[in-house]
């Protein structure tokens, strides 16, 4: 059997057990195994080699302790209400605009995934403290569900984002170029969004409502206590970027600094810093295995040679770069109706990274190349937080809006889907617009 028939006879066991809905690191490791002992000529004694060997190699790993200590920050910033005060802050500008307090809670959703990394809890938190806000302004439900699902994406599109780190680490990339490198898509992103927001309020004005204006003090107000957040990502992102700090000091640092604005700011008691551990605690957990699961099968795809031959096979074949990469793109896609962001990177990137390296692609050199693919690939993978049929924001945002049918959220997230492809479209042919931050791209 070549290493291509082996990889695809694993993938196609994998996606059965993910069907009868196995967890995905366990699936992940059982197929691993499985092929493993499968392509070692059904000895189990390779196997056993292997087990003793992978979980130290992975877990000791200094870089992965920044992902629980961004998970901290996170369960701080939610636990602490941080969340409220960006909400404030962003409405007190943009409020009394068609649409205005809509495009707040994006421009919130942003910030708050300035110190978040996770969009499922940017999701849940901006919901729980924007949704009754909304339908108190009498805006509808369509546009309210579908504004919070998409601003959630933003949660690991602005950096820090856990997806980015472990990119970073299957692909020895710097998580500093790949975060300096996801401002300015993120920021995009947010403006994007805004603006369908503008479209949506213009051709149905009754959809968002203007609200009352806020006067200058209120504004400054506003300001003032968002202020220390706004520091912390600064200091976190130059600190990186800037040599300062490498990313698990520079996390370390902003994980300390989120525990004591939200314990100053009195949003959060000793239960509040229990509840922070136990999620970061959980959080962890549930990521380590899903990187357990993915190393084994990775190692077994290694050994079928399966993405080696893959990526020669697409190499000879005399099939555009771009259309390559347009394809991997669509099956990010697809693969977002029924998996996570963290399981699609895990799964997808040790396969379809060596196709792109081996690329040629705006001239570029490998190193731009690299970042270029996995802000790309982070993009693609923030639409199936939002893509039916699973889009677990969606579902999140809907749940907790309560009274709006789940048919009306995904309607009202289509015209941000279609801001996406366009976002999409544009990184594929101007590179630059990620790497220009990081000094490599022209």
């Known amino acids: 059997m070549s290493g291509i028939a082996a990889g695809c006879t694993i993938f196609g066991l994998l996606m059965v057990l993910l069907a009868i809905r196995i967890p995905i690191g366990i699936a992940m490791f ?18 056993l080699n292997v087990l003793k060997t992978v979980a130290y190699a992975r877990l000791s790993n200094y870089d992965l302790v920044v992902i629980p200590l961004f998970l901290l920050m996170g369960q701080f910033a939610t636990n602490g209400g941080l969340s409220a005060a960006l909400f404030r802050f962003v409405s007190a500008f943009m409020g009394h605009l068609k649409g205005g307090v809509a495009m707040a809670a994006i421009g919130a959703c942003a910030g708050f995934g300035a110190i978040c990394g996770s969009s499922l809890a ?44 472990i990119y970073a680490i299957l692909t020895q990339e710097s998580i500093g170029k790949l975060f300096v490198a996801a401002v300015i898509p993120g920021l995009v ?16 004005p009754k959809a968002g409502p203007a609200g ?9 107000k506003a300001l003032l206590a968002v202020a220390p957040v706004l520091a912390v990502f600064a200091v ?41 551990a136990l999620g970061t605690a959980q ?64 799964l997808t990137i040790p396969i379809f990274y060596p196709i792109v390296m081996g690329l040629e692609f705006h001239g570029m050199t490998q190193t731009d190349k690299s970042v270029w ?47 996406d492809f366009i976002r999409i479209a544009l990184l594929l042919m101007f590179p630059a617009r990620c790497l220009f931050l990081v000094g490599t791209g022209s």
């Open 30 to 47: 059982a197929m691993g195994a499985a092929g493993y002992v499968f392509l070692t000529g059904l000895e189990i004694t390779p196997l």
């Open 122 to 165: 940017t999701a849940a938190t901006m919901g729980q403290v924007t949704l009754p806000e909304l339908k108190r302004r009498g805006y509808s439900g369509a546009l309210s569900t579908g504004a919070l699902a998409a601003g959630g994406t933003l949660g690991i599109m602005i950096p820090p984002s856990v997806p980015l780190v």
């Open 189 to 204: 992103a947010m403006v994007g969004y805004m603006i369908v927001v503008r479209i949506v309020v213009t051709l149905d």
């Open 212 to 220: 009352e204006r806020m006067g200058w003090a209120e504004r400054l």
């Open 236 to 276: 976190v992102i130059i600190g990186i970027y800037g040599g300062w700090a490498n990313p698990t000091e520079a996390a370390a640092i902003g994980a300390a600094a989120c525990g004591v604005l939200a314990i100053v700011s009195g949003g959060m008691r000793m239960k509040g810093i229990i509840d922070s």
């Open 283 to 346: 959080a962890t957990a549930m990521i380590f295995l899903v990187l357990l699961g993915a190393d084994m099968l990775n190692t077994a795809l290694a050994l079928s040679q399966m993405p080696v031959e893959l990526a020669a096979w697409v190499k000879g074949s005399g099939l555009s770069p771009m259309l390559v990469m347009i394809v991997i793109l669509l099956i990010y896609i697809v693969l977002g109706c029924v998996m996570d962001s963290l399981a699609m990177i895990l």
């Open 373 to 419: 693919f996995g802000i790309l690939a982070l993009m693609v993978v923030e639409i199936g937080l939002v893509h039916p049929p699973v889009g677990m924001n969606v579902y999140i945002i809907n749940r907790l809006a309560g009274d709006v049918p789940l048919s009306e959220t995904f309607k009202g997230v289509m015209p941000f889907l279609a801001s």
